[in-house]
């Protein structure tokens, strides 16, 4: 029985020292082959379409269109490529935004050889189960124990349903028959118990942990 063919890897990273040591660290490994790389995400439809790589690693800090924009633009062109984000940049809402767009995992540049190796083949043997390097998961296990931890008044729900709508805290508080005063008082208690400080993100928050 022959043996399976490499893991083809296609890398984009603006850092050329980083890309060089991850395609040879990956090219070490009979496992995977590095078909193509890029420093910014342009012609990447192109390229992916030239090279039809099986996973798709991506920086998130990218000149012109960031790593997350290039992962909603490239997953309905191949909805059959993996696409891990590589970055080191594990802000909350990165995180959040990655979890939204349905990325297949998201690492970090900390990871060692062996876990970046091992999160690869996690992805092509279970694409529907999101891989994390260990101090992400961390990260997301700690804002979910935070929110189960300081769970929201029924007022406080009450106007988070009223964000989720579109609503201005002007038109919150005529609503609820509130002063602008107390629905600022209000959201702001919602963003510090929920460690998210703008109103887009809170809103992705809220819908990632079932809060809305």
Do not use: W
Not at 104 to 114: A, N, R
Not at 115 to 125: E, G, H, K, R, S
Not at 155 to 174: C, D, F, T, V
């Amino acid at each position: 029985m022959p043996d399976k063919p490499p893991i083809k890897l296609f890398l984009v990273d603006d850092h050329a020292v980083v890309r060089q040591g991850t395609r040879d660290m990956l090219n070490r490994n009979p496992l995977f082959t590095v078909v193509g790389e890029g420093d910014t995400g342009a012609e990447l439809i192109g390229m992916l379409k030239l090279k039809q790589p099986d996973l798709l690693l991506l920086d998130i800090n990218l000149p012109g269109k960031n790593g997350l924009e290039l992962l909603a633009e490239v997953q309905p062109e191949f909805p059959d490529l993996k696409i891990v984000l590589f970055s080191a940049h594990s802000e909350l809402q990165y995180l959040l935004k990655a979890q939204q767009l349905k990325a297949h995992g998201f690492l970090s540049k900390t990871i060692t050889e062996s876990d970046l190796q091992t999160a690869i083949l996690q992805v092509m043997a279970q694409p529907e189960q999101t891989v994390y390097s260990r101090d992400i998961q961390q990260k997301l296990s700690a804002q979910s124990n935070a929110v189960k931890d300081n769970l929201l008044t029924a007022r406080e729900q009450e106007i988070l349903i009223q964000l989720s709508q579109g609503l201005s805290n002007q038109n919150i508080a005529k609503a609820l028959c509130l002063s602008v005063k107390t629905v600022d008082s209000h959201i702001a208690n919602v963003m510090k118990k929920t460690g998210i400080h703008k109103r887009t993100q809170l809103l992705t928050y809220a819908y990632e942990q079932g809060l809305l």
